[in-house]
């Protein structure tokens, strides 16, 4: 299929709509983006590349990384991570504290800011060098040793990230945090901070496509099953209190950032990545939204 055509087509329609969607501020940094940036890149599992616009410039990749997180504790814990964690759509915003009381401190899925922070502390409590092996793990699925945290982002967040320590003492106080907060919290503003270009996004993600087995090496990142229930969640859970309708519109598991980033996979043919920085207002990039439910109405196949 020719993708390229089908990006310069997509981009054609979409700009002759206004984009309303607004760059998140209540991370400073992040509103230093331009918002007229646009890029796309999709990877297919033989390896074979297609892109548009601003592809190669990095960006923030935000939440996309709490599913790469989950899939390193996930590999360590096993079945027990779910004894920590739910499985369950939250129907509330990324950062919202609202179940959190009636849950005792158990967050509804991973992908929510709780869950990413209950994910961190897992993390935080087994690997050695923390942030160095997690990027370590990041940099040897992506095939690209470039991949980093950005110190400025991740300073920008923890001087305005009262929501996320609101949320890691809810948890600390029902008992399921465990390791000292400030340390998890470290942890976590870090995960935020990574910064992808749409190519490297498409790429590090490609593994899920291709049901758990790293197409750039041959090796298996995780089992067959366990690469199942990630996407699950993705679909499920990927875009927050908007997952119903990016699956109904879009019909890919994924996730969102709120960077303006979208990855999403089709099993067994390809990983796209989207960046468009302007947010809706459920926190998810609205042309990176719109572009993917035209590019699988224009190329027909979806997982449903
Ligand atoms: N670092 C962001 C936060 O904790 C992540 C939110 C997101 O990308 O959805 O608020």
Known sequence: MNYNKIFSKISRQLNKTEDTGEVATYIPELGNVDPT?????????????YHFGDSEEKFSIQSIAKVLALVLAYKQEGEKLW??????????????????????????????????????????????????????????????????????????????????????????????????????????????????????????????????????????????????RVNAIMQTCGFYDEAGEFTFKVGLPGKSGVGGGIVAILPQKYSIAVWSPRLNKKGNSSKGIKFLELFTTETEISIF
């Open 37 to 49: 940036k646009f890029g796309v890149h999709l990877t297919t599992i033989n390896q074979q590349h």
């Open 83 to 228: 004894e920590r964690v739910g499985v369950e759509p939250s129907g509330t915003s990324f950062n919202s504290l609202f179940q959190l009381e009636f849950s005792k401190g158990i967050p509804r899925n991973p992908l929510i800011n709780s869950g990413a922070l209950v994910i961190s502390d897992i993390l935080v409590g087994y690997l050695k060098n923390p942030k160095n092996d997690f990027i370590a793990f990041v940099r040897s699925i992506s095939g690209n040793s470039d991949i980093d945290y950005c110190s400025r982002i991740a300073e920008s967040e923890k001087l305005t990230g009262f929501r996320n320590a609101a949320l890691i003492n809810l948890m600390k106080s029902f008992g399921n945090i465990k390791n000292d907060i400030d340390v998890v919290l470290d942890f976590y503003f870090n995960l935020c901070s990574i910064e992808m270009t749409c190519k490297e996004l498409s790429q590090t993600f490609l593994f899920l496509a291709a049901y758990g087995v790293n197409p750039h090496t041959n090796e298996r990142v995780i089992s067959i099953s366990k690469s199942k």
